[in-house]
Every structure is written in C-alpha cells, then in structure tokens.
C-alpha cells in the first residue's frame, strides 16, 4: 500500500506538471488537503508530509478532530454546506469558509467572529451546474453576495469556490471550470480584490488549474477512498 506521504508527493509532481502545461507559474497553485472521512492519524501523516491546509466539511466531525491535533499549526478550511444554526462554531474554529452562499450565512458569521479574532477568510461558493448540487449562489445572485459580504468587516472576501458536475470528459470539465473562472473576473472587473478561485477536485485538477484554479481540493488522491457513509459531495 502506497503511504499518504508517497500519495502527496506524486500529486505535487502532477500539480506542477499541470501548472508548467498551462503556463502557469510553478508553485502558484495551492492544494488544499480535503480530509473528511478520515482520521485525525491520517491528517497528522500528511501534515509529516509537509502539508498544512486541511479542509472539512462536516462540523462535529472537524472539531474531534481538531481536538486531536490541537499540537499542530494547521490551517482549517471549512468547505461542506452551512447550517444556519452551526455558524457560530465554524466562525471561530475555521480560518477558511469557502461554501457561503447566502446573505444570512455571511451575517452569521462576520457576527460571530467578531472584532477580536483576525477576519475570517470567505469565499463564496457558485452554483456552476445547477443539476450537481443544491448549493451555491447562481450567477446572477453574485455581485450582490460579494457586495454584502464585502461590507462585513469580520469577514475577508478572497474569490470564489465551485463544485462542477463530475464529469470525465475534459473538455466538459474545462467549459465548467471556464464559466467559473469568467464569473470570478467580472468581480474583479468590477472592482472586488478577489485572488482566490477554489476549483479542481481528485479526478478534474488538471482541467481546474488550466482554467485559472489557484486553490484546489483533493481528498481521495491523498488519502485513499472515503469510507461510503461520507462517500458524497456537498450533500447532507
Ligand atoms: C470531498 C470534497 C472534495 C474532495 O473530493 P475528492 O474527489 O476526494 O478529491 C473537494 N471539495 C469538496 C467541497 C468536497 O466536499
């Protein structure tokens, strides 16, 4: 069996030969370590490993876990769908939110981080292929998320996160991750200081980083198949 070690060393050369085919600065793309469904040992291997950023999607399960590896200086991601009710937690236990989607999340959250704690780091999370996933705000709801969320100063608008439909044709998986891309620079044209694009998973991260992706998730390429029960995107 191949160690999680040896698992992020191949996916580093494999980013980096993604980044060099589409001319992309080596280096420029950071991977986000997706954990869920896998143990507090796991994320302690990998963090060995070299790597820092660890995202999660369920609440409870991130705070045991968390608990466990208090020790180390990881930096948290929150990626899964937000409960109105679980805001409080995420906002003071995650440095990262990348799947606000409504205007009530975001309030929720600047209000629960409060003036104390550094602004929490947001990105808002597009709704790219409406048969995929329930969440995500459409495009046309965007500017006016990004212009509330840009009004909380509890909170740091970094860019957008999109999950595409999964698809294995890379030609589709590069039009998905196209539209992202174009939605993000209509912000930024429209003035939002926006340097984040969170998008490319395990089985699509080449297609998300010659589409611009400069944050990209990956789970199972790391850490192996998730056991069935958490074996499902963004769904609850
Ligand atoms: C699970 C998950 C990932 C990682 O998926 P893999 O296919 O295991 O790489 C990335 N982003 C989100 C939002 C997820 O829920």
Redesign the pocket.
């Known amino acids: 069996m191949t160690s999680i070690g040896e698992r992020l060393q191949a996916l580093q050369t494999r980013i980096h030969d993604a980044e060099i085919r589409a001319g992309r600065l080596p280096g420029s793309v950071q991977l986000l370590a ?1 954990s ?1 469904a896998h143990t507090a040992d796991s994320i302690r291997a990998a963090f060995s490993a070299g790597q820092i950023r660890f ?1 999660e ?1 369920y609440l409870q399960e991130a705070l045991d876990k968390q608990l466990a590896l208090q020790d180390l200086p990881i930096e948290w991601h929150f ?2 769908p937000i409960q109105s009710n679980k805001t409080q937690s995420i906002a003071h236990h995650f440095d990262w939110v ?2 606000v989607d409504r205007i009530k999340i975001a309030q929720r959250l600047a209000a629960a981080r409060g003036d104390q704690l550094s602004p929490l780091n947001v990105c808002l999370q597009l709704n790219v292929s409406a048969e995929a996933s329930k969440s995500g705000v459409d495009a046309d709801g965007l500017i006016e998320l990004a212009t509330l969320v840009n009004h909380l100063p509890q909170l740091r608008l970094r860019g957008i ?1 999109a ?1 595409p439909a999964p698809t294995k044709d890379e030609a589709q998986q590069r039009a998905q991750f196209r539209r992202v891309r174009e939605s993000f620079e209509q912000l930024k044209d429209k003035g939002f200081a926006l340097d984040t694009l969170s998008m490319g ?3 699509d991260f080449p297609a998300a980083i010659a589409e611009g992706a400069n944050i990209i ?5 790391i ?1 192996g198949a ?1 056991p069935s029960v958490a074996n499902t ?2 769904q609850h």
Do not use: E, L
Not at 217 to 221: D, I, L, M, T
């Open positions: 997706v869920k995202g999607n990626i899964g990348h799947s996160m999950i998973m395990s089985d998730r990956v789970g199972s390429a850490f998730r995107v963004n």
